[in-house]
């Protein structure tokens, strides 16, 4: 009888046992994995964001600081963890979810001798991400997909619009410059580019306003114009998402623009030109 037989079972029984909690959610043990997972990952990404307030730095500053480490140790056993009990290790290590629960961990271990490697702290907010694979949110990746779709078949028109207002940004800019000129703020045309992007997208920090009448006036009608802009994208890619749900749903669709193929006996697609090469 193999001596190391038994010892070698029972380890791979645990490694099992572990994997079972680890990467499997369906058990009651693993969804109670999940749900710690999910409120550690939350509350660590809450005390990052509370961290960067100076004034609760300044009062809370240690208490932060041994809750953060806290964080970094549960989320390194939990790494080491997945390593040890993955099925195909490099697989989880080069995998997304391998490579950003590695960068988790990391910076903060590098802080301690590398102060400039705190900027890298970002990178457990990154954390965020494994919600979607405890949530199963994969289960949205058709409407997703969808969406990608719709803007691949906009990109034309999005293309058009967006060439259209930087056109509309260079002339208002360049006239706001020359009629209200540095006395009033609009010191050189990227500035006054500046005012108009502010403008035309209707947010209006105020930190530049025109002064003069004639000014006031190109400043109204950029405001005009920025409303109106506001709903063209939105329909083009409306009108497109609407025309990929629909080819979609009616099971027929052109793989060269994934626009409708049209009735069972077109031969050709009344977008792109070419001959339908559909799915059904």
């Not at 500053?61 to 480490?69: A, E, N, V």
Request: net charge neutral.
């Amino acid at each position: 009888m193999c001596k190391g037989c038994g010892t070698l079972g029972y380890q791979d029984n645990i490694k099992e046992k572990i994997y079972d909690v680890i990467f499997e959610s369906e058990t009651p043990v693993g969804k109670a994995f999940d749900i710690l997972l999910i409120l550690t990952i939350i509350f660590n990404s809450a005390l990052m964001i509370f961290e960067s307030v100076e004034s609760v730095r300044e009062s809370y500053g240690f208490l932060i600081t041994s809750l953060g480490w806290f964080f970094i140790f549960i989320f390194t056993i939990e790494y080491l963890l997945r390593v040890y009990v993955a099925h195909g290790r490099m697989s989880y290590i080069f995998s997304f979810f391998g490579i950003i629960d590695l960068l988790a961990i990391l910076p903060a271990f590098f802080v301690t001798f590398l102060p400039q490697a705190r900027l890298l702290v970002i990178f457990r907010i990154f954390r965020l991400l494994r919600l979607f694979s405890i949530l199963k949110m994969g289960r949205y990746i058709e409407e997703s997909s969808q969406l990608m779709r719709a803007l691949k078949a906009s990109r034309a028109k999005i293309t058009v619009f967006l060439f259209t207002i930087l056109f509309i940004i260079v002339i208002v800019g360049s006239m706001m410059y020359v009629i209200e000129g540095p006395e009033n703020g609009f010191v050189s045309i990227p500035e006054s580019m500046y005012w108009a992007i502010v403008t035309v997208s209707t947010v209006g920090y105020g930190d530049i306003s025109p002064q003069t009448s004639v000014g006031k006036f190109v400043s109204g009608v950029l405001m005009i114009i920025g409303y109106s802009i506001i709903a063209v994208p939105t329909g083009i890619i409306s009108n497109e998402l609407a025309h990929t749900t629909k080819n979609l749903v009616g099971g027929k669709q052109c793989r060269h623009c994934n626009w409708q193929a049209g009735s069972l006996d077109d031969k050709f697609c009344p977008k792109c030109g070419k001959e339908i090469n559909i799915e059904t």
